[in-house]
């Protein structure tokens, strides 16, 4: 109840600041059709005056600026004017009239002080005399001078019109105070019947809220009534559904049995795919060996071949000083233990290269017959996580039914994680959007199986193709430029060849092919 009498209140409110001022509006609106009216009158006025009177004084307003006030206040033309006007103004509400040369200088006035005064500043004026535009307002005066006498609490318009020659020129400013205090009272008095039928209208409303208030008590007492029959409902349904809500406790209890026994079940499953996770990581450990174990292979052929030579020429400068000293015994005692010593680290140094060497070909595994795409699926897990570590993924084209190839597939394992990592890195560096790594295998007719392991990365410079494969180069700035020369020594190990294609549109492409095996005559075949 409270809550309808307060939007009532408001409401109410509302709609009487919108009739008050749709009532000032429509007052405002009064007005100014008032003031237009008047305006219009006192335009029709003027332009009679300019027609049969201002001819005859038009000169003598351009000469009145010459004239001392007090000699242009009794001049025979201000008798003249005042006369005509009274003729031109008979009848018509007009008090008072007032004229202006050019330049604002009163020619004459109803009020014979006012003669000689000077109103170039008067706004009114101004937008008469220099723009050519009537300009009227809404005034009242408790007195003001008209022909005859003063009189008292008027409200007028007071229109500047301008006074124009046959031809149309601007001469002066005509003034004009139109009484308009009936017709405002009218105005006034429309008002007020408004304000009376407004009181009316919301007498009528308030004695319609209090009906409406006692209405809504007695159904407000009606539904008291009917909130208490149903809270004692309320209570019985209450009751019910704390035996529904026991019974749901009861579910629940049975329902975390049977998670718990899921969770059990889940962790035996988890604890196998860790399982299967602990193998992947030792796969990858192996390829990691691997990789390790050819680097080394490299940097032992390449620290072979030269240091071989200088440790040789070293072992033969410090035997012949041995002999020289010894023949000359020159210092002798000094540097004979010395020069012992490095004769003996020199043939240390060999023994140590040839051992190295020894193990690395003792190293070396054997060669079986491969399927290519079961070598590249095996290795998928590996590839999968390494990309997903980098944000990256891997997509596998295999081709259908390829033959087998001697090889061994733990090498190949190795330059297919190499070339994969590889780009991984180069899109990480050019920060490719969707990052993704594919891998083709087909059948070439001239050269076995072909694979190639795509990017999206920054293309190669044609320098860097060049000498991409070379030992020691990199365009890495953490390189050591031994992953991709270890590819090729093993590629062209296996008989194959390793290359690579380039391009900003298309990404970048490494290649290889391993021959497909031949079979012996009367061997089964094993292709899929």
Request: proline share 2%; hydrophobic share 40%.
């Amino acid at each position: 109840m409270f809550k309808l009498i307060r939007l009532f209140l408001l409401t109410s409110l509302l709609s009487a600041l919108i009739i008050i001022a749709v009532i000032v509006h429509s007052r405002q609106s009064e007005i100014k059709r008032l003031i237009d009216y008047a305006e219009n009158q006192n335009v029709k006025l003027a332009q009679s005056f300019s027609n049969t009177i201002w001819p005859h004084f038009s000169a003598y307003a351009a000469l009145a600026s010459t004239f001392h006030v007090k000699e242009l206040q009794r001049r025979l033309e201000t008798s003249e004017i005042r006369d005509a006007l009274r003729v031109v103004t008979a009848n018509l509400p007009v008090i008072k009239v007032k004229i202006y040369n050019l330049e604002g200088l009163t020619v004459y006035s109803t009020d014979p002080t006012e003669i000689g005064e000077n109103q170039s500043d008067n706004a009114g004026f101004y937008s008469a005399a220099r723009m050519g535009v009537p300009a009227s307002k809404l005034t009242f005066r408790d007195t003001i001078s008209s022909f005859e006498k003063e009189v008292h609490d008027r409200d007028l318009v007071e229109s500047y019109l301008s006074l124009r020659s046959s031809s149309g020129v601007i001469e002066g400013v005509f003034e004009l105070y139109t009484d308009v205090t009936p017709l405002l009272g009218a105005i006034k008095r429309s008002t007020i019947n408004q304000v009376y039928g407004l009181v009316l209208i919301f007498g009528l409303l308030y004695g319609i809220l209090i009906f409406t208030v006692w209405r809504a008590d007695r159904k407000i007492k009606y539904q008291y009534q009917d909130i208490t029959e149903k809270n004692e409902a309320l209570q019985h349904e209450i009751y019910e559904r704390s035996q529904i809500e026991y019974a749901l406790k009861k579910a629940h209890d049975e329902l975390d049995q049977r998670v718990e026994e899921r969770t059990k079940e889940l962790t035996i499953e988890i604890a196998e795919r860790k399982h299967t996770e602990a193998e992947v990581r030792k796969h990858r450990t192996q390829l990691v060996k691997l990789g390790a174990v050819n680097i080394m292979g490299e940097l032992a052929t390449s620290l072979a071949h030269e240091l071989n030579q200088p440790l040789t020429v070293i072992s033969g400068c410090a035997q012949r000083c041995l002999s020289e000293l010894r023949s000359h015994q020159v210092l002798a005692d000094k540097f004979e233990d010395i020069v012992e010593q490095m004769a003996e680290q020199s043939y240390r140094a060999s023994e140590i290269i040839r051992r190295v060497r020894s193990f690395i070909k003792k190293g070396e595994q054997e060669k079986e017959a491969t399927d290519i795409n079961e070598t590249i699926q095996d290795l998928s897990g590996l590839l999968l996580s390494d990309a997903s570590d980098h944000g990256a993924d891997v997509a596998f084209e295999l081709a259908d039914y390829l033959p087998t190839v001697i090889a061994n597939p733990f090498q190949l394992q190795q330059v297919v994680l190499n070339l994969v990592h590889n780009g991984i890195e180069s899109m990480s560096e050019s920060k490719v959007t969707n990052p993704l790594i594919t891998i083709f295998t087909r059948v070439s007719e001239l050269e076995g199986i072909e694979v190639s392991v795509h990017n999206k990365g920054k293309a190669l410079e044609v320098t860097d193709m060049d000498k991409v494969f070379e030992s020691f180069y990199t365009t890495k700035a953490t390189g050591l430029g031994m992953g991709l020369a270890i590819c090729r020594s093993i590629i062209e190990d296996h008989g194959g060849r390793l290359w690579v294609n380039s391009s900003s549109e298309t990404g970048t492409s490494f290649l290889f092919t391993v021959p497909v095996r031949r079979r012996v005559k009367g061997e089964p075949s094993h292709d899929r």
